[in-house]
């Protein structure tokens, strides 16, 4: 029996391992491709650019297909947890800007030294960050190239 793994999953799979910033980017890559929808066109591939290395990255090439090696993701680092998605060939795109009160509640996430102190806040952030509405998590901005 063989069992169709959650796009959850197979964000997990990929990144390696459950944490803040994983879930903060399977949300936005969520939302991106709601609010982006079909390709144009079937030669029309998604680029995405970011403003900060994270985790986060990762949901985006599983999620949304987007990769370093195929060049259409690509960092401008910033240290800003903003993110552009445009399909190629299309004059429109979508900015995703997480808001600053998501991020306070992730400052000191990673300074537990008990590992089952670090892993209840790991699942804290993530349960907070996947729970909140939409509004308040992020800012969604159409934008015309």
């Known amino acids: 029996m063989c069992v169709e793994k959650t ?3 197979q964000v997990i799979d990929f990144h390696g ?5 994983i879930s903060l980017g399977y ?3 969520q939302i991106a491709l709601r609010e982006m929808g079909i390709r144009p066109t079937p030669s029309s591939e998604l680029s995405i650019a970011a403003y900060t290395h994270s985790c986060a990255l990762d949901a985006f090439q599983v999620l949304n ?9 690509v960092v401008d680092e910033k240290n ?3 993110y552009y998605f445009q399909y190629t060939g299309t004059a429109e795109g979508l900015e995703i800007t997480i808001r600053s009160e998501i991020l306070d509640r992730l ?3 990673h300074d537990y030294k008990n590992n089952r102190e670090k892993q209840n806040k ?5 349960q907070f960050i996947l729970g909140t509405e939409e509004e308040q998590f992020c800012t969604i901005r ?3 190239s």
């Open 142 to 144: 159409k934008v015309t």
């Open 65 to 73: 297909r987007a990769t370093y090696g195929r060049g259409n993701l």
């Open 122 to 126: 790991y699942l804290e952030a993530i």
């Open 80 to 82: 800003q947890h903003t």
């Open 7 to 9: 796009p959850w999953d």
């Open 107 to 109: 400052v000191g996430v």
């Open 27 to 29: 949300r936005v890559a």
């Open 17 to 21: 391992h459950t944490c803040p910033e």
